[in-house]
């Protein structure tokens, strides 16, 4: 519940919990020896470690994802993407890997070197364990999660959130985008959506921090992810804070929304 800036009973430092992540993530990172360029969702600039990148690895994270949520005690998590060499802005498809982790009632992680999504669970040496090789995603969504404010909804995604609910998908949102991916991947199951909103054409999520990374995902458990016109992972991002709208989870869902958004706004 620590806010930056206040004391704890000891009067010790107190930080906010995403500033805390922030600084454990960088530091471990910087330790680790084989990463270049590190960039974090809440630091203005990359920190640099090499000019040349040569045989290392750059990283970009969201430290605490949904950190709204803690004060609530809902589920948080960690997203991290990965590539190769210097450059954090390439599109996600050049990523070589990428990994999420859910502070809920257990810390799981799932991660992807391209190679399929795995899922671990954090025992009690802290140690990870595999849960599950392989995680798969059926054609078929039978859940829906919509971020965003359903009156600037677009005529077409309205449509579209008509007819995933006449087709019996049930609303199932946390308001954390790590659970609300993590279900989907768990459950092999379901399409999130964070869309484009009247005044908001990019939606809110960043692709370098969220979308990229869980597109990743997502892709390497047999779903799919669209800004709305076609594959997240191809985008090319414009600069750090770049967003975009996204439709995630069965390949079904995911083109049925770029079904209606072709139909009703092109
Ligand atoms: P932050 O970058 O402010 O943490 O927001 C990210 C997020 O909380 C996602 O985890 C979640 O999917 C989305 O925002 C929810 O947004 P909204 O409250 O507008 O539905």
């Known amino acids: 519940m620590g806010v930056a800036g206040t004391s704890n009973l000891y009067g010790e430092q107190q930080l906010a919990l995403d500033v805390l992540a922030d600084r454990i993530m960088t530091k471990r990172l910087l330790h680790s020896g084989v990463v270049g360029n590190v960039l974090s969702e809440e630091v203005e600039e990359v920190i640099c470690m090499s000019k040349d990148c040569n045989g290392l690895y750059s990283v970009a994270f969201d430290p605490l994802d949904g950190s709204s949520l ?87 995604v309205d449509g579209y959130v008509r007819e995933l609910e006449e087709r019996g998908c049930k609303l199932r949102y946390s308001g954390g985008f790590v ?64 967003r975009a709208p996204v439709f995630i989870g069965c390949k079904e869902e995911v083109a049925l929304a770029e079904e209606y958004i072709a139909r009703m706004e092109e």
């Open 70 to 156: 803690v004060d609530v005690n809902l589920a948080v998590g960690t997203i991290v993407s990965i590539f190769e060499g210097c450059n954090l802005l390439q599109p996600g498809r050049k990523q070589v890997a990428a990994m999420y982790i859910l502070y809920g009632p257990r810390t799981t992680l799932v991660y992807s070197t391209g190679d399929g999504g795995h899922e671990f669970a954090m025992n009690q040496l802290m140690e990870y364990t595999l849960v599950k090789e392989n995680l798969r995603i059926k054609a078929q969504a039978n859940i829906y999660s919509p971020g965003g404010l359903r009156n600037l909804f677009t005529p077409a």
């Open 179 to 242: 659970p609300d991916i993590n279900q989907v991947m768990i459950k092999g199951t379901g399409v999130f959506m964070y869309p484009h909103l009247k005044g908001h054409p990019n939606g809110k999520l960043r692709l370098s921090f969220e979308l990229n990374p869980m597109a990743f995902l997502v892709e390497q458990a047999g779903g799919a992810a669209s800004d709305g016109h076609g594959p997240i992972l191809d985008r090319v991002p414009l600069g750090k804070d770049d």
